[in-house]
């Protein structure tokens, strides 16, 4: 396929503030080995007020690259609602999506699209954390490596087509986010989540297969994260036994035996049987904890010093109550059972 045959893409963004990581987004864009005018970038600006809108109206300046940046105008200010004003702007036979705490390798689109063949509605890249930043005991970043995913937007391509039959970002996650977060003086406990995986499982329900791209790799920046937001952070949990009962074939895609977020909620479930059974039975159960502890310690913080794990090691398993807890009233709120 030469140059001038190659399908049209625009990649959208989300942005706000984050300037500095902006930046270095627009500069990797600048660097792709995809044909400069067989592709555009479109951003919508969530309110930024870091100095990020006015360099953003300075940069569609630049011939470089096509950059075009919008305003999201309306009340609701998640990233599914610019997401899907983006589209209504968008001219491209793909859409790339991508996050504005992530930068992209320089074949990143040229990768993407051509994972694209006959039947393929959605291309999963490959993201991982940036080697470069610098790690904290509490953080925050992504890690995807397979299409057996939940399609998150930090690094995925769509036919253009496929997304309009889907109808965009559901409004039903939308909606459900406003209500919760409008309410005056009253803590959101359930934070915007679910729409990714939502629209990647509704394009499947077309008729449309996905496929992984590891050579469409993304950086995750890592964010350091105060305590709070780290144990709050599961709160957005609250709304996935809704979208396991919206698309039940997640059940045996994503879920471990089923019913399990993950096989270390799983374990963490394992130890809270153990637990209540060592408190009625007999304390020989404690035993059961230790398949949690074993893979927590596995699972992250190498780079820490023996009293940090132990410390990290802790602050996990509140962060693991948490998620046990939120996923139990998710449960019983939608009939829809995930532990």
């Given at each position: 396929?030469?140059?001038?045959?190659?399908?049209?893409?625009s990649v959208v963004v989300p942005v706000f503030n984050r300037k500095q990581w902006?930046?270095?987004?627009?500069?990797?864009?600048?660097?792709?080995?995809?044909?400069?005018?067989?592709?555009?970038?479109?951003?919508?600006?969530?309110?930024?007020?870091?100095?990020?809108?006015?360099?953003?109206?300075?940069?569609?300046?630049?011939?470089?690259?096509?950059?075009?940046?919008?305003?999201?105008?309306?009340?609701?200010?998640?990233?599914?609602?610019?997401?899907?004003?983006?589209?209504?702007?968008?001219?491209?036979?793909?859409?790339?999506?991508?996050?504005?705490?992530?930068?992209?390798?320089?074949?990143?689109?040229?990768?993407?699209?051509?994972?694209?063949?006959?039947?393929?509605?959605?291309?999963?890249?490959?993201?991982?954390?940036?080697?470069?930043?610098?790690?904290?005991?509490?953080?925050?970043?992504?890690?995807?490596?397979?299409?057996?995913?939940?399609?998150?937007?930090?690094n995925i391509f769509y036919r253009r087509e496929a997304i309009d039959k889907a109808?965009?970002?559901?409004?039903?996650?939308?909606?459900?986010?406003?209500?919760?977060?409008?309410?005056?003086?009253?803590?959101?406990?359930?934070?915007?989540?679910?729409?990714?995986?939502?629209?990647?499982?509704?394009?499947?329900?077309?008729?449309?297969?996905?496929?992984?791209?590891?050579?469409?790799?993304?950086?995750?920046?890592?964010?350091?994260?105060?305590?709070?937001?780290?144990?709050?952070?599961?709160?957005?949990?609250?709304?996935?036994?809704?979208?396991?009962?919206?698309?039940?074939?997640?059940?045996?895609?994503?879920?471990?035996?089923?019913?399990?977020?993950?096989?270390?909620?799983?374990?963490?479930?394992?130890?809270?049987?153990?637990?209540?059974?060592?408190?009625?039975?007999?304390?020989?159960?404690?035993?059961?904890?230790?398949?949690?502890?074993?893979?927590?310690?596995?699972?992250?913080?190498?780079?820490?010093?023996?009293?940090?794990?132990?410390?990290?090691?802790?602050?996990?398993?509140?962060?693991?109550?948490?998620?046990?807890?939120?996923?139990?009233?998710?449960?019983?709120?939608?009939?829809?059972?995930?532990?």
């Amino acid at each position: 396929m030469s140059e001038r045959e190659l399908p049209f893409v625009s990649v959208v963004v989300p942005v706000f503030n984050r300037k500095q990581w902006v930046q270095e987004l627009i500069e990797s864009l600048r660097r792709q080995t995809y044909p400069a005018d067989r592709f555009e970038v479109i951003l919508v600006d969530n309110g930024s007020t870091d100095g990020l809108w006015e360099w953003l109206q300075e940069s569609t300046r630049d011939p470089s690259l096509r950059l075009r940046c919008f305003r999201n105008e309306l009340p609701d200010k998640f990233p599914a609602v610019s997401r899907n004003v983006a589209l209504g702007h968008a001219r491209g036979e793909i859409i790339a999506f991508i996050d504005s705490d992530c930068w992209s390798v320089p074949g990143w689109l040229r990768e993407g699209v051509a994972a694209f063949q006959d039947g393929i509605g959605v291309v999963v890249g490959k993201t991982i954390p940036d080697p470069a930043d610098p790690h904290t005991v509490l953080f925050q970043t992504r890690t995807v490596l397979s299409d057996k995913c939940n399609f998150d937007t930090c690094n995925i391509f769509y036919r253009r087509e496929a997304i309009d039959k889907a109808g965009g970002f559901g409004q039903d996650f939308i909606t459900f986010c406003s209500k919760r977060t409008r309410q005056p003086g009253r803590l959101a406990l359930e934070l915007p989540y679910g729409e990714d995986i939502d629209l990647g499982y509704r394009v499947k329900r077309l008729g449309y297969r996905s496929t992984f791209a590891k050579e469409a790799l993304v950086m995750h920046h890592i964010k350091p994260q105060t305590a709070w937001a780290w144990l709050t952070e599961p709160w957005g949990a609250s709304t996935y036994p809704y979208i396991v009962k919206k698309h039940p074939e997640i059940r045996k895609e994503l879920l471990w035996c089923r019913y399990f977020l993950s096989p270390v909620t799983g374990l963490f479930d394992v130890l809270l049987l153990g637990c209540c059974l060592a408190w009625l039975v007999h304390p020989g159960f404690l035993l059961l904890a230790l398949p949690y502890l074993v893979a927590k310690v596995r699972q992250g913080g190498r780079h820490l010093s023996l009293a940090m794990r132990g410390v990290r090691l802790v602050a996990a398993t509140c962060r693991a109550l948490i998620i046990f807890a939120v996923l139990l009233y998710g449960s019983i709120r939608y009939r829809s059972l995930v532990i």
